[in-house]
C-alpha cells in the first residue's frame, strides 16, 4: 500500500525556516518524480515543486522560487523541502504528491502558520 | 503560464441527478508526445486530495463508473452521472502538460 506521511509542519516567525519531510513507503520510491502541494486555509491547491527520480530535473512555483529548496534521499525513501525567508501567505497545509500521470497518491499534509 | 477557469464555481445537485464541471485552459493541454495531461481531483471535507481522472478520461482505480472525463485541446469537463451524498466536495482540474503546474479555482458540489 503505497503511504506518504509528512512531517516538520508549525509555527514560525515571518522570516523564519522550516523543513518539511515526507516519508515514503509502499512503492519504488527513486523511481517516481515527487512533488510538493499546498492549500492555504479555505482556499484553492497551488503546485509548489516537483523534483525527478533521480534530482535531475527541479521545478518551482514562482511565489516560492529562491526561498523553498525541494530535495529528495532515495536511500532513506524520504522527499523534503526547505523553505526560507517564509511570509505569512506561506501558512498552508502542504501535501507531498507521488507523480504518475500527475498526483496519484496524496499524504495527509502537514500544516506550516507563518506568524508573529 | 498556463491559467485554469472552471465552472461553476459553486454547483448544488439534487441526489441521483448528474452534475457537470467545466474547465478551461489559456492554451493548449497537448503534450508534445501527444498525450493531453488534463486531471481531475475530488477533496471532501477535512481529507487530502484524491485524484478521480488522468489523461482526460481514463478513470484512477476504485472510482466508481459515474464519474468520467471528457474533451479536448483547451476544453474539458467532468461529468457525474447520477450524485451521491459521497461526492459532496471541491472538484480540482488541473494541468500536467506545461510548467509550471496549474490547478483550476475548484467547484464546490453541494446537496440541494
Known amino acids: 500500500e503505497v503511504q506518504l506521511v509528512e512531517s516538520g509542519g508549525g509555527l514560525v516567525k515571518p522570516g523564519g525556516s522550516l523543513r518539511l519531510s515526507c516519508a515514503a513507503s509502499?512503492?519504488?520510491?527513486?523511481?517516481?518524480?515527487m512533488n510538493w502541494v499546498r492549500q492555504a486555509p479555505g482556499k484553492g491547491l497551488e503546485w509548489v515543486s516537483s523534483i525527478s527520480s533521480g534530482s535531475s530535473s527541479i521545478y518551482y512555483a514562482d511565489s516560492v522560487k529562491g526561498r523553498f529548496t525541494i530535495s529528495r534521499d532515495n536511500a532513506k525513501n524520504s522527499l523534503y523541502l526547505q523553505m526560507n525567508s517564509l511570509r505569512a501567505e506561506d501558512t498552508a497545509v502542504y501535501y507531498c504528491a507521488r507523480d504518475y500521470y500527475s498526483f496519484d497518491y496524496w499524504g495527509q499534509g502537514t500544516l506550516v502558520t507563518v506568524s508573529s | 503560464d498556463v491559467v485554469m477557469t472552471q465552472s461553476p464555481l459553486s454547483l448544488p445537485v439534487t441526489l441521483g441527478q448528474p452534475a457537470s464541471i467545466s474547465c478551461r485552459s489559456s492554451q493548449s493541454l497537448v503534450h508534445g508526445d501527444g498525450n493531453t495531461y488534463l486531471n481531475w481531483f475530488q477533496q471532501r471535507p477535512g481529507l487530502s486530495p484524491r485524484r478521480l481522472i488522468y489523461?482526460?478520461?481514463n478513470r484512477d482505480s476504485g472510482v466508481p463508473d459515474r464519474f468520467s472525463g471528457s474533451g479536448s485541446g483547451t476544453d474539458f469537463t467532468l461529468k457525474i452521472s447520477r450524485v451521491e451524498a459521497e461526492d459532496v466536495g471541491v472538484y480540482y482540474c488541473m494541468q500536467g502538460t506545461h510548467w509550471p503546474r496549474a490547478f483550476g479555482q475548484g467547484t464546490r458540489l453541494e446537496i440541494k
Open positions: 509502499g512503492f519504488t520510491f527513486s523511481s517516481f518524480t
Open positions: 489523461k482526460v478520461s
